[in-house]
Nanobody, 115 residues
């Protein structure tokens, strides 16, 4: 069992920046971030492998950066040039295999971008 604890999130104006962080209870190969708005499915934002290979959704490429710390148990999501459409609940997730919906989930953190 892997436990994920998130921090960060909040309210920011359009064009601003926020950083989310998530710490896992142990090292796990894939970590990433998903986001969800009311009535919609949870979509991947960015993922990163053990060793640091990132993958981004097209909607955030060039604006968001995912990274892991040297211990490989904490993942960060640096979000720049935020847009109102980035408003969502952001979930940290982790898994041993790369599937469309990761197996382990954090509790979620709200990100609100005002226009």
């Amino acid at each position: 069992q892997v436990h994920l604890v998130e921090s960060g999130g909040g309210l920011v104006q359009a064009g601003g920046s926020l950083t989310l962080s998530c710490t896992a209870s142990g090292s796990i190969y894939y970590m990433g971030w998903y986001r969800q708005t009311p009535g919609k499915q949870r979509d991947v934002v960015a993922t990163i492998t053990l060793g640091g290979v990132p993958h981004y959704a097209d909607s955030v490429k060039g604006r968001f950066t995912i990274s892991r710390d040297s211990a490989e148990t904490t993942v960060y999501l640096q979000m720049n040039s935020l847009k109102p459409e980035d408003t969502a609940v952001y979930f940290c997730a982790a898994d041993w295999i790369n599937r469309s919906q990761f197996y382990y989930w954090g509790q979620g953190t709200q990100v609100t971008v005002s226009s």
